[in-house]
Each structure stands twice: as C-alpha cells, then as structure tokens.
C-alpha cells in the first residue's frame, strides 16, 4: 500500500518526510505510458476509478467508471449534459459529500489510496485536490487575503507573502494586481477573479487541480488566458477539467474521457484519438454533432 495516509487525525495527507515532493511519493499503481504533448508528463497515473458507481438517491448517476488519470497532465471530461461529467469530478474531492442523498460504490483512489476510505479526511483531501468551479467565487475580502485564506484556515507553516507571491505569479495574475493586494477581490474582472480562485487553488499546494467548466462564465479573452494558464500547470499539477466545450478540450487537454447518457464513460485516450479516430461510433456520433 502507498504510504499516503490521509487521515482525520491531523489534518496531513502524507505520512511526513515525503510530503514536499510529491515526486518521491510512494505509488502503488502502476505506471502508465503516456505520449501526452506535456514535456513534465511522469507517465504514472495518480487517480484511478476503479468499478466506480454514483447513486443520487435511486437514480444511478455514473456505472461502473474505469479510468487511469495521469500525472501532470490535462485530462478533459465530456458529454452532453445530465451525462455524469461533473458528478464524477465531484467525487474526486468528495464534494459529493456534501449531497445527502449521492453514494458511491466501487473505489476511487489517489496515489493508490481509496478516498473514500475512513481514515480520509475529506478536508485534508481537498487541500491534495483543489477544486476551481464554473463561476468565480472569490471571498468578499481583499487580493491577499483570498490567496492566503487556505493557510490561515489550514494553519500552513509558511511564509505568507512568498506563497501568496508565488500562487499569483503561477495563476499569471501577478503582474496585474502586484500594486494592489490590498484592494478587494470583488472589484476584478470576472477573467481576473477566476484567475485569483486558482491562485487560491494553488496556495495551499496541490497536487490535483479539478475544474468544473471554469471558463464558461468568461468572455472569449479572459477565456483565453484560462486555457493558457491551464496549459502552464500542468507542468507543476495534474489538472482535471470537465468541459462543454469540445474545441476547448482538443485545445487543451492531453487526454479526453466521453461520458455519455446514463454515466457511462465510453471512451478515454489521448485527446487526438478521441477527436480525429474514435473507436466507438457512439463516441464520433457525439463529436460530430450527430447527437448531444
Ligand atoms: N445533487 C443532486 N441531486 C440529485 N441528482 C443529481 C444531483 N446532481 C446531479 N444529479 C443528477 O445526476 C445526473 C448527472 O448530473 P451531472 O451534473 O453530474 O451531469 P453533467 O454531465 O455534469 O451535466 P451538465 O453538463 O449539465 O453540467 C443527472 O441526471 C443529474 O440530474
């Protein structure tokens, strides 16, 4: 077994001396080869669904997902609505947690261990597994204060300024707001704001970045800087990004994963072979407009 352990005693997701570099990390799974166009790509898969099921209630969400996810890469999900896309990526982080009537069965591990297992703390998780939403929601507070929100509540033993220096350089909203930390979030564009809520994302250091249609809600510009900064963490991140945009997720994404209705994942490979040589015809059907 890994030697991860996120348990709810402590609040730490690893067992200590290996937490800083996740590359020295302890993986039980094994390693996968993946041709991605990611230079920084590891090759090993560090999210795995395994006969993975989501229950709302009776109504069966997600059937039996399979899926390795691959390291510091950009993994698109798509679909045509209601198809499960971000009820799966929910269930990474366990924000489904918080919907009394989801329940899963089947496994679904990081780093080899099950997240749903009862050692795990589902907080602990989300700072190994952050999680960027469709809307930007930045805290009625100042520049500063969002990025360092995760540290104070987290009780980080860092340098405050540094990390939140740092955050904003790699969510390239630095140069833009350097000169006014002070100023509240709210008073951003939308593009900046999203740009801020991965900055606060990435504070807390991740190692996953789940993000649930973050450009939707942006004009083609703002949207613009997203898929290029998304581009620009996965060399650092492994990034999970649900999308309704199809050009967007060929644009941006290593490899593809097809939902379609009844949450069933039909097809996952690199990205080009999904949109140029799909294997299934329910798959080409749905890129090609033919239905969804
Ligand atoms: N909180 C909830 N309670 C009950 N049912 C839910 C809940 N959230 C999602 N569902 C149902 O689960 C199924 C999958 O929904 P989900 O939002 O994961 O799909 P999606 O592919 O992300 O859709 P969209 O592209 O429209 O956002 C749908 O039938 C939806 O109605």
Redesign the pocket.
């Known amino acids: 077994m890994s030697q991860e352990r996120l348990t709810n005693q402590d609040e730490t997701v690893s067992s200590g001396e290996n937490s800083a570099d996740p590359t020295s990390e302890p993986l039980v799974d094994s390693a996968i080869e993946v041709p991605g166009k990611n230079a920084t790509s590891t090759g090993r898969t560090i999210l795995r669904a395994q006969s993975f099921d989501?229950y709302?209630?009776d109504?069966q969400?997600?059937q039996d997902v399979n899926i390795e996810i691959p390291e510091k890469q950009v993994t698109a999900?798509i679909?045509?609505?209601?198809?499960?896309?971000?009820?799966?990526?929910?269930s990474i982080n366990r924000m489904?947690d918080l919907?009394d009537?989801?329940r899963i069965e089947g496994e679904l591990l990081f780093r080899g261990k099950n997240v749903y297992d009862e050692d795990v703390d589902p907080v602990a998780l989300r700072r190994k597994i952050g999680m960027v939403f469709q809307h930007p929601n930045p805290f009625p507070k100042s520049i500063f204060d969002n990025v360092a929100y995760g540290l104070r509540v987290q009780d980080m033993d860092v340098d405050e300024q540094q990390v939140v220096e740092e955050s904003l350089k790699k969510a390239a909203l630095w140069d833009e707001v350097k000169d006014q930390l002070d100023k509240s979030a709210l008073d951003l564009s939308g593009g900046q704001q999203q740009r801020l809520c991965i900055a606060r994302a990435i504070a807390v250091d991740p190692e996953v970045i789940l993000m649930?249609?973050p450009a939707s809600a942006l004009d083609p510009i703002a949207t613009s800087k997203i898929e290029d900064l998304i581009d620009d963490l996965a060399e650092d991140y492994t990034v999970v990004i649900?999308t309704?945009n199809m050009q967007q997720a060929a644009r941006i994404s290593d490899k593809t994963a097809v939902?379609l209705t009844g949450?069933e994942l039909v097809e996952f490979d690199d990205t080009e072979k999904i949109f140029e040589n799909p294997e299934h015809q329910r798959v080409e059907d749905y890129i090609t407009g033919k239905f969804g």
Do not use: Q
Not at 79 to 90: D, E, H, I, Q
């Open positions: 989501v709302y209630d109504v969400a997600l999900m679909g045509p609505s209601g198809c499960g896309k971000s009820t799966f990526l929910r489904n919907v009537a989801a649930d249609e649900v309704h939902f949450g």
